[in-house]
């Protein structure tokens, strides 16, 4: 038989900091947190246009032309 070779691969630590671009754990939670800010302030933003304008009698006026 012949002599076995075996191969060892280099592995990054386990964890968030994998990739193309590392970034730590409280970037990341940062980022989301945002994202989900900003989305419940649009939803609001939009729930209360939608709001006004049923109240004024009017239809919704649109932004795009």
């Known amino acids: 038989m012949g002599a076995q070779l075996q191969i060892e691969y280099e592995r990054p630590p386990p964890g968030l900091q994998r ?3 590392p970034a ?3 970037a990341i939670l940062a980022i ?3 994202v989900v800010l900003g989305a419940v302030v649009f939803l609001i933003r939009r729930a209360r246009s939608a709001s ?3 109240k004024g009698g009017e239809p919704p006026v649109s932004r795009r032309r």
Do not use: N, T, V
Request: aromatic share 16%.
């Open 19 to 21: 990739g193309r671009y």
């Open 24 to 26: 730590p754990s409280w």
């Open 32 to 34: 989301g947190a945002a």
């Open 52 to 54: 006004r304008a049923r």
